[in-house]
């Protein structure tokens, strides 16, 4: 039992800037300040006293983590990436579009489950308390927060500063008659024709919105019977958002050019006025793979679901009349919560393109990943025996985006493809680009007589038609392609060669952290292992047996695996530094993962606190964890690294008693990864390479620059240097590792 008074109140849920809690919007002025996010009050009399929880409940409590609340204090964090001076301008513009982006994702997935059980008249009981209207009330404010504060810093700040540089986002009224007449030629030539006014009357239903869609509300006025009408235009997707004016760095919204021609879709008719509005659909539709007699199918039906799933959340202009919100609001079945106003443009999503302008000065500096040192001199012509002969002198870690891809794990897998030795390669694929690399090798490997079997994910969310049109062009080329497991989504990064070597046959494996996916590859940091040792290529190919046929394998080796004994492992190996520190000697763990909500692993980690071990966290978004509580967690730190790439590796470090343990895999410490997917963690035991895991989680916990620090209430406080007396100002995680992998030295 804990022994501490403190209470974990509803109310300590709440949004807060420096230390004073708000219902307003972050203000720009405090730009350069230390940033403090959370979402918003929950009122309400439950509390949690510590005096009388167990850990265990004071690490499943529903009042110390809401999974949709604490996501949005992590979009926080990432929104504050735009707030930032620092951050080059262009930069600064795509961390909205990530925001706005991640917003989008958010509502599908997130409040589209709340929205589901709301329907169905049932919450998750593993929330006591928590309705699901009570969470959509609360997502509501907080998206309101964030949103004014999106729009003020794009308005007011990103904008302005993008002017004084030659870059603008102009207003249709603001271009002169050459311009205006340029936009309408080109609204006549590109827009017009895939243009299909709806109307909405008797005799025409309210039209179908498209997810996602940009659309406008058309008030119009019949001047023969002086009657209101009303009709919907979709702005085509298939048609760039922004419009160039005349080959500059002017660019007009694509909905304003079609407001000021909308006199050419209603002939005869007086255009009272036209406004923005955007749909977002319900992405989490109901299933039961138990009950599918073919899971593809299965699958295939659910996209087609979704495309009509019920629509979520409507976004509108502040610009919008009453009368006209209310009548989206009736039509779409909607209550006043589900909309959302904007100042200024919505879809702020659509702003990567802008961000991706050729303006150099106003972005970061480029970086082209490396070739790693072992691998150097490879290349798409070397013979394919060669990088089988560099695994065999050592294991090999990859570190990207820092390390090349292409030289790399593309290589392993093309050479692998054209080896005449190699016999068979098996290989997960979660997910992966629309022109995989990785994919055409595997299907040239078939093609050439190789044994090739491949588990296609078809549950990964948002990547599931990708994925059914690549494991149908794989089945078309002879490899033999798995669709997951029942129950299960396959989400371990793993590729198994068998090749024919000197009368026997081995095992070359590469197990990573991120997707076989060439393009993240350059945005995320993921490490990826090269191996020949025996075991590991064994307990791969029991895994494989496990996800392509009806193996129950329970005892692997070397890796940890998920569903079967990984969450086991991991308790046994925290249970092994309590009983360090138990015995007077130092006992440490450091842990750097994209989320943490696994209650077993989190009680653990309060009892490994209270037992004098000294924990290091470093988790990119949610953490159920509280630290800093006295006589509870007060040998915790967590730490959030949010900048140029996403933080995506999970590194598990353990100290033993002075004979340290790494680990590094596809795992969270989540209960969906925990339970509900197959994971592989793998051991690293080369001293060298657990050097460059080591670096990577020093810098991440040395982070001035790109650092933010969790404070025992739940909220994070940007990490900020103190200059030195030259000034120099902190140098943030992704800089510092580029830096050394260009010397050579450090993590590269």
Request: hydrophobic share 40%; charged share 25%.
């Amino acid at each position: 039992m804990a022994s501490n008074s403190y209470q974990f109140n509803q109310s300590d849920i709440g949004i807060a800037i420096g230390d004073d809690r708000v219902d307003t919007p972050a203000g720009l002025e405090a730009e350069n300040s230390d940033y403090i996010f959370m979402p918003p009050v929950v009122t309400g009399e439950s509390s949690l006293p510590v005096s009388e929880a167990s850990l265990d409940d004071l690490a499943s409590s529903p009042l110390i983590y809401n999974r949709e609340l604490v996501w949005l204090d992590f979009n926080w964090r990432v929104l504050s990436e735009a707030l930032d001076t620092r951050n080059p301008l262009l930069e600064r513009l795509r961390f909205l579009a990530i925001t706005a982006s991640n917003l989008d994702e958010f509502f599908r997935k997130r409040v589209g489950g709340l929205k589901r059980q709301q329907a169905a008249g049932v919450a998750n009981l593993n929330l006591l308390g928590w309705t699901p209207e009570q969470q959509i009330h609360l997502i509501s404010r907080a998206v309101h927060q964030m949103l004014e504060c999106q729009s003020n810093s794009l308005l007011d700040d990103v904008l302005p500063a993008l002017k004084a540089e030659g870059m603008e986002l102009v207003e249709f009224a603001e271009l002169s008659d050459e311009e205006r007449a340029y936009l309408n030629s080109f609204f006549y030539r590109e827009i017009y024709p895939i243009l299909t006014p709806l109307a909405v009357d008797p005799g025409h239903p309210f039209p179908f919105i498209s997810n996602l869609s940009l659309n406008l509300a058309v008030e119009l006025q019949d001047p023969v019977t002086e009657e209101t009408r009303f009709a919907r235009v979709k702005i085509p997707p298939n048609r760039a958002r922004w419009v160039t004016v005349e080959n500059s760095l002017r660019f007009v919204p694509l909905e304003q050019v079609v407001i000021h021609n909308l006199a050419a879709l209603f002939d005869g008719m007086q255009i009272v006025a036209a406004h923005p509005f955007r749909v977002t659909r319900n992405a989490d539709i109901a299933r039961n793979e138990e009950e599918a007699e073919d899971l593809l199918n299965m699958i295939s039906e659910e996209l087609r679901e979704r495309r009509f799933a019920p629509i979520v959340r409507v976004e509108v202009t502040d610009s919008m009349p009453t009368h006209v919100r209310d009548l989206l609001l009736q039509e779409m079945g909607l209550q006043q919560m589900d909309m959302y106003t904007t100042r200024g443009p919505l879809g702020l999503a659509d702003l990567f393109p802008l961000a991706d302008v050729n303006l150099p000065h106003l972005k970061y500096e480029p970086w082209v990943p490396q070739t790693h040192a072992a691998m150097a001199g490879l290349s798409r012509k070397s013979r394919p025996a060669d990088i089988f002969a560099i695994i065999r002198k050592g294991d090999v870690l990859v570190h990207h985006p820092y390390h090349s891809f292409a030289t790399s794990t593309q290589l392993f897998v093309e050479a692998a493809a054209r080896d005449p030795q190699v016999l068979a390669i098996k290989q997960t694929l979660y997910r992966t680009s629309a022109d995989s690399p990785v994919v055409k090798a595997l299907i040239q490997a078939a093609e050439r007589g190789k044994q090739v079997a491949v588990l296609v994910e078809l549950k990964a969310r948002f990547d599931e038609e990708r994925n059914i049109e690549w494991a149908r062009t794989l089945e078309d080329s002879g490899v033999h392609v798995a669709y997951g497991l029942v129950g299960l989504k396959t989400h371990t990064k793993t590729t198994l060669v068998v090749r024919e070597e000197e009368n026997e046959l081995r095992a070359y494996a590469h197990i990573g952290t991120g997707n076989y996916n060439p393009k993240t590859a350059t945005l995320y940091s993921d490490f990826g292992f090269f191996t020949c040792r025996a075991e590991i290529g064994a307990d791969l190919m029991d895994l494989f047996n496990f996800l392509t046929g009806y193996s129950r394998q329970q005892h692997y080796r070397k890796l940890l695996v998920a569903p079967v004994n990984m969450r086991q492992r991991f308790l046994e190996l925290i249970e092994t530094e309590i009983a360090v520190a138990m015995n007077g000697a130092p006992a440490r763990i450091v842990a750097k993962m994209n989320a943490l909500d696994d209650s077993p692993i989190v009680a653990k980690l309060y009892e490994a606190s209270q037992a004098g071990v000294q924990i290091q966290l470093i988790i990119r978004g949610n953490c159920r964890l509280r630290p800093g509580l006295p006589g509870i967690s007060e040998n915790i730190q967590v730490v959030s690294v949010i900048g140029r790439f996403l933080e995506h590796h999970r590194i598990f470090y353990f100290e033993n008693g002075g004979d340290p343990r790494y680990f590094m895999g596809s795992a969270d410490w989540m209960t969906r990864n925990l339970s509900d997917r197959v994971e592989a963690i793998v051991p690293i035991e080369e001293p060298q390479l657990q050097q460059q895991l080591q670096i990577v989680l020093d810098t991440c916990l040395q982070d001035q620059r790109q650092g933010w620090e969790m404070l025992s209430d739940g909220r994070y406080r940007r990490r900020r240097s103190v200059e030195g007396a030259e000034g120099v100002a902190a140098v943030g995680t992704h800089q510092t590792l580029m830096a050394s992998t260009l010397t050579g030295s450090g993590a590269a």
